[in-house]
């Protein structure tokens, strides 16, 4: 199973991108699925996720009223539509997939997810 991310880039403050998710390989099923992000010199966070079963949807407080995550369970597909960007939102951001069922809680954290996209940059300019 892979995960590909795409539609990261350079953007100016205040700016728009939407971020798209794809799994490709063996027919998986997942339980949930998520962003995270990576800026430079800092550790990997959370920034939302999507449980397939109800639709329900977790932001972290950094995302709330600015990203909304929106996917297809069907294609294991998912998207981060960010607005409003901020310089801090500059990262490398990565898509990741759960097979398991937890807690909602516990799709906060990277150890439950299962398959992890390869990360597409997102520079946010000042």
Partial sequence: VQLQA???GLVQAGGSLRLSC???GRAFSSVAM???RQAPGKEREFVAHL???GGSTYY???AKGRFTISGDNAKNTVYLQMNSLKPEDTA???CAAAVKYYNR???TTARVYDYW???TLVTVSS
């Fill in 105 to 107: 809680t516990y799709y």
């Fill in 22 to 24: 794809a799994a490709s």
């Fill in 117 to 119: 996209g390869q990360g």
């Fill in 6 to 8: 795409c539609g990261g």
């Fill in 60 to 62: 972290a407080d950094s």
């Fill in 92 to 94: 490398v951001y990565y």
């Fill in 34 to 36: 998520g962003w995270f």
């Fill in 51 to 53: 449980r397939w079963s």
